[in-house]
C-alpha cells in the first residue's frame, strides 16, 4: 500500500495514495495504523483527499483506527476533500455521525489541539 506520512509534534497525517481503500489494502491500513500507534502517534489525521471508492473493508480499516486512537486517550479525524462516493459511503453507513470529517487541514490541526487541551484540563481537574 503506497501512502505519505507526515509527523508533526503533536499529530500525523497519513494520506493514502490509493484510489481505492477496499479489500486487496485494508489488511495494509490497518496494519500501518496499529504501527503507527505502537511508534507513539497518539492523534492521527487520515486525508482522503485522493480516496476514490471505499468498501466495507476500508471503512473497517478506519473504525478500527478511530476505536484504537480513542481508546488510547488521542484523536482520530478525516480531513480532505472527501469525494461523492466516499461520502455516499459515510452516509449510507452511518459512519458521517459517529467521525470527526473536517475539509480543511488548517480545521483538522485545530480540532486536534483542541481535543488535546481538553484532555489535559479534564486531566489536571481529576488528579485534584
Given at each position: 500500500?503506497?501512502?505519505?506520512?507526515?509527523?508533526?509534534?503533536?499529530?500525523c497525517v497519513f494520506t493514502p495514495l490509493e484510489k481505492n481503500l477496499n479489500r486487496s489494502v485494508s489488511a495494509d491500513l490497518k496494519a500501518e495504523f496499529?504501527?503507527?500507534?505502537?511508534e507513539g502517534v497518539r492523534n492521527l489525521i487520515v486525508d482522503l483527499s485522493n480516496v476514490e471508492f471505499i468498501d466495507s473493508d476500508g471503512l473497517s480499516a478506519l473504525l478500527m483506527a478511530r476505536r484504537n486512537f480513542t481508546e488510547q486517550k488521542g484523536s482520530f479525524v478525516i480531513m480532505g476533500a472527501i469525494q461523492p462516493n466516499v461520502?455516499?459511503?459515510f452516509k449510507i453507513s452511518k459512519l458521517s455521525e459517529i467521525l470527526n470529517i473536517i475539509e480543511a487541514e488548517e480545521?483538522?490541526?485545530e480540532f486536534v489541539f483542541m481535543?488535546?487541551?481538553?484532555?489535559e484540563i479534564v486531566g489536571d481537574a481529576s488528579d485534584t
Open positions: 500500500m503506497e501512502y505519505n506520512l507526515r509527523k508533526e509534534e503533536k499529530f496499529v504501527f503507527l500507534q505502537n461520502q455516499t459511503m480545521e483538522a490541526i481535543e488535546e487541551l481538553e484532555r
